[in-house]
């Protein structure tokens, strides 16, 4: 244990529990090592230590406690307007507040002569991030920030959006303190005032440009940076530069690239920061090139209450750290799957097909096309008289999006005419339609939804398809997506205009074909993430098999760099000192844009593994999986092993040799596609582990059911009762996806603590109950999980899983290390994480400390 540096866990039990509660817990194992840890902790705490703390653990140089609402001017002006005109509610605010207060807090204080600061804030797709960056300018304004640019996107259409956005949000709430460089219509062009006028002799106001990532608009600002700089200006000017969608364009771009850059060298007082829901490129930014890698900080920002994300939708695996359990990960049936003998009609299949290729309106196409009326109806019969969006993403081609104009519109207008007249057929099939699919998704899952009938739906649905436009919006067309008018209605057909940045306001259905094999790319084009009050139930997504796999896998890799980000945050780390790991994948590519990265070494310990996915119709794997079951319970009572009988069914041998387990862990066979089971990976760990005198000896666990209500499996030459595993709907063969095998008690189903208190305390506080109790923090657990091959699911999960329908007898396996992961012990891992051994690390700038005493501005 002496391997292991403790103080993340020290230090999380003191914030928890207390400081003279972590030192009597530590005390006995860190020995003299303790009062180090102490000295660490109480030079850490007493950054932070405030009557009102932006942050949980803080910045290095904690100079901002949060906005003065009777002293400042912007961002008083921006939360009443929150408050007035939006009509959002106190608690909707405070998160708001609480997290661009945080961020301000990370950039350096405004008193120091000269900086360059970079940063970066990760949010959600269509989650509020313009939100955020909005409240972050506003403060920035309110400390002495006298210029702000917005690059904003590399298309009109965006950068547009953006511009309203902070007309609306900062200068129309202070016309009169606002010097805007640019307008809703006009990109930037150098003003004709010259800048040591306008930048320098005004000094109650700020100036706010917001520019498209383009070449031509680039070099304008640049030049006119140029001359500021000749002139003097910007000695002295606080300049805050945001980066929005700041991983399109700005990594590894011949252009747009070297002349941010550019642009940041000018400015001698700079903060950079970046927001992106998909920060794979920019963490992987080679920190020792002087690029725009986030070298000062890295933020997650809090997912807002009532957002629909890939989680919710796909579901995702359990990851260490996960307070999340069974049925939480699942996600919510909402996608449904398109066949792949459909594809070759949506999308063409190769660059010669695309001139000659004529798309069709598919028997599933046709099928979202009317739920999208069907849902955009019940959103009327509710009262909701917004805007409603299809979106319709096949190909990047502009001929295949322009091919779906005029099938799309004579299924519009042919239903039209068929409601009409009454059509039974097409009455009994929306019916049906509308039945099965509030079947199986119910109105009760969420809260203040209001359920629907079909005949309130049906009295709204012939003016919801008399109203549907169909767009064509692409780099070419003159039509474009138009929410100017109250309660439009549209089937957006598109690809790159529609998939970065820009909201697609109400949507409903999305009809995704699209092949993309980067995970940047594939999260950006996903739209139908978002806010969806009232009408939570009704979003449906229409795609392939391979597609919802490979958005299950995103969201479990999303979720963990969030955790990555959160807990290096808490340990008071700079992304010069950490490198944000990410999962990878065998078919996609992490991004086009991989930069300086190694393959990240990772520990299993304090970590837990387990089976997730079986081949559940090859007897043969199934077989060999009980095969190695049964040798390795033989083999411990061989030895003289006696079961110790749980009182929840379960079978307990403890100090069994450590060489019986890897001989079973040496022929057990896990799914392809469950990495972290990868048996040379786990092997190899097990080997270095028992080189430094640990693991030598394991707990294993047959974890059986209480009752025989599902038949047994002989193991060893005992009976042991089966347990249920349904999987996932929609999935196999081959690939049975039950989603999580074990229970979080289960982690601790060797030590003193019953399954009661067991699952009241959360992951860390059960790790370190393992750490520190004298024997078990030297050895591993092992859990069997005898599965019956039937597994019906329970009534509560009928809607989300199916019957397992296994060809034989299925061994789920699960394993529960001592340690934690930053322990000293690690092995290549199928992750990857950016190469910080040129990095300069991060260190106080030389005027810090006489600032620290002066009064906070």
Known sequence: MTQVDFFPVFADWARKQGLEEATRRFGPVLGDELAEYVREYENRISLIERDDPPVLAGPRDPWYPGPNDDGDTF?????????????????????????????????????????????????????????????????????????????????NGLR??????????????????????????????????????LLHNQETKVALCVAKKNKTVLTRLDAWLE?????????????????????????????????????????????????????????????????????????????????????????????????????DLDGFDMVRLIDDDEVELLRPAGKKAAADFEPEVTGSMETATRWFWLATAARRARGDHGHSTMLVHTSVKIAVHEGFKDPLVELRDETLRRLAADDELLLRELRDLWDEETRRVQTADFPGVTPTSFDAVLAELADVVGATRIVIDNCRSEDRLDYSEPGRVAIAVGGATLSRGLTLEGLVVSFFVRAAQAYDTLLQMARWFGFRPGYEDLPRIWMTDQLQEWFRHLATVEHEIRLDIDRYEQQGLTPTEFGVRIRTHPVLRVTAKMGAYKPAYASYGGRRVQTRYFVE?????????????????????????????????????????????ERFLGHYRSHADSPDLDRDLVLKYIAKQKSQGSLERWSVAVMAAPRRDHGTVNLGGLDFNRITRAKLRE??????????????????????????????????????????????????????????????????????????????????????????????????????????????????PAELESLQGQDEP
Not at 759 to 785: C, G, I, T, W
Not at 829 to 837: A, C, E, K, N
Request: aromatic share 6%; charged share 25%; proline share 6%.
């Open 75 to 155: 961002w008083p002006a921006l939360k009443a307007h929150f408050e007035t005109s939006l009509d959002w509610s106190a608690d909707r605010i405070r998160p708001v507040d609480a997290a661009s207060s945080k961020v301000v807090a990370y950039t350096p204080r405004p008193q120091l002569t000269t900086w360059s600061s970079k940063g970066l804030v990760v949010g959600y797709v269509q989650s509020g991030k313009t939100t955020n960056f909005t409240s972050v300018i506003a403060k920035a304004a309110d400390v002495g920030y006298k210029l702000v640019i917005v690059l904003s996107g590399i298309h």
């Open 160 to 197: 547009r959006q953006t511009q309203e956005r902070l007309d609306q949000q900062l200068k129309d709430l202070a016309p009169t303190s606002w010097l805007t460089l640019t307008d809703q219509v006009k990109d930037f062009h150098p003003p004709s005032m010259q800048s040591t006028a």
């Open 227 to 327: 001359d500021a700089s000749k002139q003097r200006v910007l000695a002295d000017l606080p300049v805050l530069v945001i980066d929005d969608e700041a991983d399109q364009a700005s990594v590894e771009t011949k252009t747009i690239n070297p002349l941010i850059r550019k642009i940041l060298a000018k400015l001698p007082r700079c903060t950079y920061i970046g927001y992106t829901a998909t920060p794979f490129a920019n963490v992987l930014i080679d920190p020792a090139a002087g690029d725009l890698y986030p070298e000062n900080f890295i933020l997650n920002l809090p997912r807002p209450e009532g957002y629909f994300g890939s989680e919710r939708i796909f579901g995702r695996d359990a990851v260490e750290g996960d307070e999340a359990n069974g049925a």
């Open 617 to 661: 119709n090859d007897a043969a794997w199934l077989q060999d999986n009980v095969d190695a079951a049964d040798s390795l319970v033989r083999g411990i009572r061989a030895a003289g092993g006696r079961g110790e009988e749980l009182s929840t069914g379960a079978m307990l041998y403890r100090q069994v040799e450590g060489d019986l387990v």
């Open 731 to 844: 999935t196999g063969p081959e690939r049975a996806d039950i989603k999580t095998l074990m229970s979080k008690d289960h982690r601790v189903v060797d030590l003193d603590i019953s399954p009661k208190d067991a699952r009241a305390k959360n992951e860390s506080e059960l790790m370190d109950l393992r750490n520190f109790d004298p024997v078990a923090r030297d050895q591993a657990l092992l859990l069997l999980y005898p599965i019956d091959p039937a597994s019906r699911p329970d009534k509560a999960n009928e809607k989300s899983r199916s019957p397992l329908g296994a060809a034989d007898d299925v061994i789920g396996m699960a394993l529960v290390f001592p340690g934690n992961a930053e322990a000293k012990s690690s092995v290549d891992s199928t992750y990857i994480s950016v190469d910080l051994s040129d990095a300069e690390v991060e260190h106080e």
